[in-house]
C-alpha cells in the first residue's frame, strides 16, 4: 500500500466519525463506528501491505532488525484530516496496525456531554484528578477537554507528558508544553521528575502503570500541583483497589493516607449507544474527596462503603454512581433501558434505582 492510499483511507475514517481503523493480513481495513467493527471495501491485506503500511507511520524505509521487532506506540498526522495515535505489531509473523483518531482540535466538557460538575473539578489548583474506563471509553478525550478548558481559563503552565503525544494544543491563556516518551524523554518517571523543576502549575500523565509513576505523580499533587492522569480501571471503587494493590502490605496504610490527602476526584468513564442510533453517550461515575470518603479510603475495613457513600453524595459533592447516571440517561431518553441494564455496575441497585425514580 502507498502513502497516498494510506492517506485517503484516515481521511475517510475522519470524516466518517470512525473512532479506530484496523489493517491486518488476511482481512479488509476495518473501521470501528459507534462501538462496531465494520469492513471497509477495499482489497484483503497482504503481509506486504500491512508491512508497507507499518513502514510508512514509523517513517523507516526499511524495518530495521525486523525479527526483534515486537510493537511500538507512535503518532501520525494527516494534512486535514487529523493525528492519529497508532500502534505497531506484529502477530504471526506479519505486521498489523491498529489507529485510533485524535480530533484537530479538542472537543470542550459540554461538547463531551459530561456532567457539569467536571468544570468545577477542572477549576480545581491542587490535587490528582484520575480519569479511569476501559479501552476506547473517552479517557484521552476527556483528559483534553480538561486541559483545554485550563487553557482558555486560566494563565498557567501546563506540562503534558505522554507516549506518544495525541492533542495538539495552541497555547491560549496558558502556555502548554507537551512532552513525548522516547522522543522528548526517557520515560513517564523520567519526565515526572523533570517536571518539578520546570515551574509546572499542571501536569498531564498519559497514564499511570505502576507504583512508581503514581508516586511520583502524588508528590506533584503533595507539592501544591494540579495533576490529571489516566488508568485502566471500571470504576471508582476498583480504582482505589487498584492503587493501593500497586503496593507491598507494609506500605499501603501510608499510600492510603496519602491519597486522602490528595487524591481530589476518580472520574470514570463508560461509552454506551444512543437510543437514536447517533452515536455513544458517555455514562459517568465521579467520586470527589469528602469526610466520609476519605474515612473509607483511610480504613480498609470500609472501602466497601464507598459505592453507597458516593449515591447518598449527590447533592453536597456532585457525585455519583454509574446506576445513578444510568437511570437519569434512561428518563433523558439518551439511552435505552436495556442497553443501561446492560451495563449497570449492579443490576439490582439500577432496577431498584429506576423503581424508585418512576415513583417519585
Do not use: W
Amino acid at each position: 500500500m502507498e502513502k497516498k492510499v494510506l492517506d485517503r483511507i484516515l481521511t475517510m475514517a475522519v470524516k466518517s466519525g470512525v473512532s479506530d481503523i484496523h489493517f491486518q493480513a488476511g482481512s479488509v481495513p476495518l473501521f470501528r463506528y459507534n462501538g462496531a467493527l465494520m469492513d471497509v471495501k477495499y482489497d484483503i491485506l497482504t503481509p506486504r501491505d500491512t508491512e508497507a503500511i507499518a513502514r510508512i507511520i514509523l517513517k523507516m524505509e526499511r524495518l530495521h532488525d525486523y525479527d526483534d521487532f515486537i510493537e511500538r506506540d507512535v503518532s501520525y498526522g494527516v494534512e486535514g484530516a487529523g493525528r492519529f495515535r497508532a500502534n505497531v505489531f506484529k502477530q504471526r509473523g506479519s505486521f498489523g496496525v491498529v489507529m485510533r483518531a485524535i480530533p484537530i482540535e479538542p472537543r470542550t466538557l459540554d461538547q463531551l456531554n459530561l456532567p457539569p460538575v467536571l468544570t468545577q473539578i477542572a477549576d480545581l489548583a491542587r490535587g490528582l484528578i484520575l480519569v479511569t474506563g476501559a479501552t476506547g471509553n473517552g479517557k484521552s478525550t476527556t483528559m483534553s477537554a480538561f486541559i483545554e478548558h485550563i487553557n482558555r481559563s486560566r494563565k498557567l503552565h501546563i506540562i503534558t507528558i505522554e507516549d506518544p503525544i495525541e492533542m495538539l494544543y495552541q497555547n491560549n491563556k496558558s502556555v502548554i508544553t507537551q512532552r513525548e516518551i522516547g522522543q522528548d524523554t526517557k520515560s513517564f518517571n523520567t519526565a515526572l521528575h523533570a517536571a518539578l523543576r520546570q515551574d509546572p502549575d499542571v501536569v498531564l500523565i498519559g497514564e499511570i502503570r505502576d507504583a512508581e509513576t503514581f508516586d511520583t505523580a502524588l508528590r506533584a499533587a503533595e507539592t501544591g500541583h494540579l495533576v490529571l492522569s489516566a488508568i485502566h480501571t471500571t470504576d471508582a471503587a476498583k480504582t482505589i483497589g487498584r492503587v493501593i494493590g500497586f503496593y507491598n502490605p507494609d506500605e499501603q496504610q501510608a499510600i492510603r493516607i496519602r491519597m486522602t490527602e490528595n487524591l481530589a476526584a476518580v472520574i470514570s468513564l463508560r461509552l454506551l449507544p444512543m437510543k437514536n442510533g447517533q452515536g455513544r453517550f458517555p455514562a459517568v461515575e465521579i467520586l470527589r474527596m469528602s469526610p466520609a470518603i476519605q474515612d473509607c479510603i483511610r480504613n480498609p475495613e470500609k472501602t466497601q462503603e464507598i459505592y453507597s457513600l458516593m449515591a447518598r453524595s449527590k447533592e453536597h459533592y456532585g457525585m455519583q454512581t454509574f446506576d445513578q447516571h444510568l437511570v437519569q440517561l434512561c428518563h433523558e431518553g439518551k439511552i435505552s433501558i436495556e442497553v443501561a441494564r446492560a451495563a449497570a455496575t449492579s443490576r439490582g441497585e439500577f432496577e431498584r434505582a429506576l423503581t424508585l425514580d418512576n415513583m417519585a
